[in-house]
């Protein structure tokens, strides 16, 4: 269990129990006997958050259900019954991309390169992650991205 509490304006992430705040040292916390900056606890947290949304995303969802095939005599029918699958596909493919982005912002963190933007290097900003904690383009790069594809007909979902 993960609290979140305020200290001299900064917030710190403690784990119950097994965290306490370092002795005349703002802007840290104790962890399993590690001392931990503002931005490393603020990186284990998103780690937490992105590993959290993996397990949500894993989990057996509905969506599948509504693929099958099903044949009806009616035309109406047949015909709801097509736009039902055409959904669901959409968000079991929509489910499926958003796992694999979820995987490669942990595979970010794991090699120090979560936070910085595939396309220009640059930082992204604090409140993208905490919005799209899986983002891997600034807000900037993601505008160009999605104006590109829109101008070629090919606009995917992205974060």
Known sequence: MWVVKPLLGEWQVLQAREATLAPNVHHCAIHGGDIMTHANVVALARKKTLQCKLTELLQPSAEREGIKVETFADP????????????????????????????????????????????????????????????????????????????????????
Request: hydrophobic share 40%; with cysteine; charged share 25%.
């Open 76 to 159: 109406l029918d047949q015909l709801s019954s097509a736009t039902t699958r055409e959904l669901a596909i959409h968000l079991v493919d929509r489910n499926s991309r958003q796992v694999s982005e979820v995987r490669s912002a942990l595979a970010r963190i794991k090699e120090g390169a979560y936070g910085l933007c595939e396309s220009c290097d640059g930082p992204i900003a604090a409140k993208r992650l905490d919005a799209v904690p899986w983002a891997r383009l600034c807000i900037s790069c993601q505008a160009r991205q999605e104006a590109e594809q829109v101008e070629s007909g090919h606009f995917v979902e992205a974060a």
